[in-house]
């Protein structure tokens, strides 16, 4: 059973770049999309794009001027970058995983992680 | 891309059936059978109950099922339990814009 964890800081200042990393665990990062899903608090989730394995990309509109995300497939890992940042990119960040041998869905997911914008 | 519209908030009592709505446009719901349904308890990370509409992932009860017309998406919960009481999010695949995803607004689901 795959396993998604997200790591990170917890607090970044406002105009800095957020960063975080999801580590993947129990399967291989190969042949899979990678995605990453916000939700500021109280609200709702916000798709804000993917990687594929080979390193191909792909980002939400409203974000792709500040948003890189990228693969390391030797640790297993995969990347999210948000420069730029201000109050309203505080949100709960999760990262997910989609098969595209299956569908366009999300079938496993990382606990998510807070973080928080603020000086 | 414009969320996907689910109403705030749908209550029932235990045993009754309720369903959510999810409403989108010809360039995601209306074009494409690709909507899934996910589950959030409070603090947690969201559950795919749904995915293609319709189909049920190995391990989810089959008092969850999905449908689809035209621009709306469906998730029926029959037989409603304390433990469905939850958050409920739509989505669905989408080419307006970019070729990515496009969330639903969310719905708090009640059982009284």
């Known amino acids: 059973q795959v396993q998604l964890q997200e790591s990170g800081p917890g607090l970044v200042k406002p105009s800095e770049t957020l960063s975080l990393t999801c580590t993947v665990s129990?399967?291989?990062?190969?042949?899979?999309?990678w995605n990453w899903i916000r939700q500021p608090p109280g609200k709702g989730l916000e798709w804000i794009g993917y990687v594929y394995y080979s390193g191909s990309t792909n980002y939400n509109p409203s974000l792709k001027s500040r948003v890189t995300i990228s693969v390391d497939t030797s640790k297993n890992q995969f990347s999210l970058r948000l420069t730029s940042v201000t109050a309203a990119d505080t949100a709960v960040y999760y990262c997910?995983?989609?098969?595209?041998?299956?569908?366009?869905?999300?079938?496993?997911w990382g606990q998510g992680t807070l973080v928080t914008v603020s000086s | 891309q414009s969320a996907l519209t689910q109403p705030a908030s749908v209550s029932g009592s235990p045993g009754q059936s309720i369903t959510i709505s999810c409403t989108g446009t010809?360039?995601?719901?209306?074009?494409?059978?690709?909507v899934s349904w996910y589950q959030q308890h409070p603090g947690k990370g969201p559950k795919l109950m749904i995915y293609?509409?319709?189909n049920r992932p190995s391990g989810v009860s089959n008092r969850f099922s999905g449908s689809k017309s035209g621009n709306t998406a469906s998730l029926t919960i029959s037989g409603l339990q304390a433990e469905d009481e939850a958050d409920y999010y739509c989505?669905?695949?989408?080419?307006?814009?970019?070729?990515?995803?496009?969330f639903g607004t969310g719905t708090k689901v009640t059982v009284l």
């Open positions: 997910a995983r989609r098969d595209p041998r299956s569908s366009f869905y999300f079938d496993s």
């Open positions: 129990g399967g291989s990062i190969s042949s899979y999309y």
């Open positions: 989505t669905s695949y989408t080419t307006s814009s970019t070729l990515g995803y496009v």
């Open positions: 293609d509409v319709s």
């Open positions: 010809s360039s995601d719901v209306g074009d494409y059978n690709y």
